[in-house]
């Protein structure tokens, strides 16, 4: 620490004004901190790191934020809580609320997707883009958030330790980040219903453009033009968001979406060689229902 550190990857650097941790809190403190803070040692550091070394804020009151009140056992916890704690500092109630609710569904949809995806996500959650880049800005140390250029880029946690300290639950536990997940997945089917849904960009006969109904699987080449990334993902995770999710009411949409779409997306989950994953979405389907049914008959 008393010596300043570069490099620490490809895109990001310690200032040559790095201060050792002595000359902020005293060599014995120091210490005790550091071997306190040794497990899990790289999750922590990297952390650490990425938080106080983020280049729109100031490294020296950020590393004053991490030494502050170090007296709890689950060190990466607290580290995670923060890191999150710096969304509402000095925040009025009303804005207060407002970011968390912006949190539980943005970030709480990142930590709880399948497979990541970029700022397309935008579309899945109904939100404007600009939103989620403005509430994810202060979570680069918890958070892979690639660069504006990199429209490609997905956005997912940089640790899954992350995901588990916003999903574990505990009944003496009153965290406001926590994320309810059965609501989370209850959202997150409904948004991948809709992308489906949607009459210009979801779902439809003949999505890919292809010649004849005969052409084989395997001679298709060109589908990334077609399908967007948020709906690719939509169709191939909704049911396991459902299966997640609240239970089934009055089928919740499946009903309709199934009456306009089963044959598209059967026809798109067979291009993209997920026939098997459509299959075995169907049975889970079927016990889904059973057990709706069940739950509401008179």
């Known amino acids: ?44 550091a990297s952390t650490i790191c990425l938080f106080v070394v983020d280049e729109d804020f100031d490294e020296v009151k950020r590393m004053k934020i991490i030494l502050q009140d170090q007296q709890h056992d689950d060190t990466l916890a607290e580290m995670c809580q923060k890191v999150l704690e710096q969304l509402i500092i000095n925040k009025r109630v009303e804005e207060r609320d407002e970011i968390l609710r912006d949190f539980h569904r943005i970030v709480g949809s990142i930590v709880l997707f ?21 509430r994810l800005k202060l979570l680069r140390s918890v958070l892979v958030i690639p660069d504006k250029k990199d429209v490609d880029g997905t956005i997912k946690p940089l640790h899954l330790s992350f995901r588990d300290f916003l999903t574990s ?49 395997s001679e298709i080449r060109d589908t990334h033009s077609y399908i967007k990334p948020e709906l690719k993902y939509a169709f191939r995770f909704w049911v396991r968001h459902l299966e997640n999710g609240k239970p089934l009411v009055d089928d919740d ?3 309709t979406f199934f009456e306009k779409h089963f044959l598209h997306w059967l026809e798109v989950m067979s291009i993209l060689g997920l026939i098997d994953e459509a299959l075995a ?16 008959a008179d």
Not at 120 to 133: H, K, R, W, Y
Request: charged share 25%; hydrophobic share 35%.
């Open 1 to 44: 620490m008393k010596q300043p550190v570069k490099d620490y990857d490809r895109s990001r650097r310690y200032p040559e004004t790095w201060l050792a941790m002595e000359q902020l809190v005293g060599t014995g403190k120091a210490r005790s901190i550091a071997r306190k803070n040794a497990t899990p040692l790289f999750i922590v």
């Open 114 to 134: 399948y497979d990541p995806l970029s700022v397309s996500l935008a579309s899945l959650l109904d939100v404007e883009a600009g939103l989620i880049e403005r």
């Open 169 to 217: 639950q505990s009944k003496t536990d009153a965290n406001s980040f926590k994320i309810d997940t059965t609501e989370t997945n209850h959202s997150l089917t409904a948004g991948c219903l809709r992308v489906m849904s949607d009459q210009t960009s979801g779902l439809r006969k003949n999505i890919c453009k292809l010649e004849n109904d005969g052409i084989l699987q």
């Open 253 to 255: 949409g499946i009903y």
């Open 281 to 296: 979405h169907l049975a889970s389907l079927q016990e889904l229902l059973s057990v709706s049914n069940l739950l509401y």
